[in-house]
C-alpha cells in the first residue's frame, strides 16, 4: 500500500492565481506559509517558515479563487506531486507542490469576502466533496481499520 498525503495550516502568502487549460478546466495556484518557533539553548526565540506550493483544480480551483485571499488561514490537504523540467540555460529544475483535495477556511465565521460568508463557502466545499466522493474509487486513510 502507498500513502501520498500533505495537510497544512497556513496563512496564504498571495491571492490565488486563476487561469483556465485550452480544454476549459479552471486552476488556482497559490502559496502557503507555515511556521516553526522553538526556543534555542540561550533562550532566544526562533522561527523558521516554509512556503508550499498549492495547486486546485475545477470546481476546488473557483471556490479558492472565489474565498481566499492574501493572509488568509486555511487548512489544507493533498498529494504531493514533483514536475521537473529542463530551463533556458540548460539546468534541470524541480518544483514541489500540493495538489488540493481539501480546503477549510479556518478565518473567523461569519467573516464576510466578496459578498459571501465562510458558512457559505463550508456548504460549496462540503457538496463538492460529496461530489468527488461518490466519482472516486480511492482508498481513504479514515477507512483503514487498523
Known sequence: MNLN????IGNLTRDPEMRNTPS??????FSVATSLVWTDQ???QQKKTEFHNIVAWRKL??????????GSKVYVEGRLQTTEWTGQDGIKRYRTE???ENMI???RQGTT???NTNNEFHNDLQAE??????QEEEIRVENIPF
Open 5 to 8: 498525503k500533505a495537510m497544512i
Open 24 to 29: 476549459g478546466a479552471q486552476v488556482a495556484s
Open 42 to 44: 540561550g533562550g532566544q
Open 61 to 70: 480551483a473557483e471556490i479558492c479563487g472565489q474565498y481566499l485571499r492574501k
Open 98 to 100: 500540493i495538489v488540493l
Open 105 to 107: 477556511m479556518l478565518d
Open 113 to 115: 469576502t466578496g459578498g
Open 129 to 134: 466533496s460529496q461530489i468527488n466522493d461518490s
